[in-house]
């Protein structure tokens, strides 16, 4: 396994992720999950979350994977595209499944895929991502 995560669980180091009712709780080698029960800050006036708060949490939800899975103080830099896809409404106060999985991972990128689930298992939301690493140099340069 790669790095100990431990101490990003919860907010995942994003104050907007904990606002927005999203929270990590598991991750290992390659993959990171959390449960989302979408706040008011989260959706529209009609309890509906648009596409670009999905976004914010499927982009965390691969960040958090792909940095689970790098060792020492090798991490993600930026998010270089995602591409989402919209299945079906969430909603304010449902409680959905959130992970995130690594693809595959080169020397100075890393690919990912992340998905939104609701309690009856179906998929609401899903990205793919490729992310900039920053790695360490032998030697700690």
Not at 44 to 64: C, I, R, T
Not at 87 to 104: D, M
Request: glycine share 14%; net charge negative.
């Amino acid at each position: 396994m790669g790095k100990n995560m431990d101490r990003w669980l919860g907010d995942g180091g994003m104050p907007i992720i904990e606002a927005l009712g999203c929270a990590f709780d598991g991750y290992g080698d390659g993959f990171s999950t959390a449960t989302w029960t979408p706040t008011d800050l989260a959706c529209n006036p009609h309890g509906g979350v648009q596409a670009g708060v999905h976004d914010v949490v499927l982009d965390a939800a691969m960040n958090f994977a792909l940095n689970a899975s790098l060792d020492g103080r090798d991490r993600t830099k930026a998010t270089i595209d995602m591409a989402g896809d919209y299945l079906r409404g969430a909603t304010r106060g449902v409680t959905y499944a959130v992970r995130g999985e690594v693809t595959r991972m080169t020397k100075q990128v890393g690919f990912a895929i992340a998905t939104v689930s609701d309690p009856d298992g179906n998929i609401v939301s899903r990205a793919t991502g490729r992310f900039l690493l920053h790695r360490e140099e032998a030697g700690g340069q």
